[in-house]
Nanobody, 114 residues
């Protein structure tokens, strides 16, 4: 059974940094495209960043230059390093694994506020 468990969210001041982690159980990780999505209140869920099994990355325009997605295949873990956080980054962040079908984590809250 595939499970995704996120961690690393919290409250941070504008300009601060957070690193999110997502550990994937099961054997699909190395075959999966791993993504980070976010959903703010009243908004649709949107892609923030993704990384393929080969390490190719893709970012939303809002994340470019501030966020970095990476993966450690030995640890079945994907990361999202978020720097220079802004209030508009406030959302629940979800980890996603895509291999034949999509799998989701439970989400972790990120709040950027002074």
């Amino acid at each position: 059974q595939v499970q995704l468990v996120e961690s690393g969210g919290g409250l941070v001041q504008p300009g601060g940094s957070l690193r999110l982690s997502c550990v994937v159980s099961g054997s699909i990780f190395i075959r999966s495209v791993m993504g980070w999505y976010r959903q703010a209140p009243g908004q649709q869920r949107e892609l923030v960043a993704a990384v393929t099994s080969g390490g190719n990355t893709n970012y939303a325009d809002s994340a470019k230059g501030r966020f970095t997605v990476s993966r450690d295949n030995a640890k079945n873990t994907v990361y999202l390093q978020m720097n220079n956080l802004k209030p508009e980054d406030t959302a629940v962040y979800y980890c996603n694994a895509r291999y034949i079908q999509a799998y989701w984590g439970q989400g972790t809250q990120v709040t950027v506020s002074s």
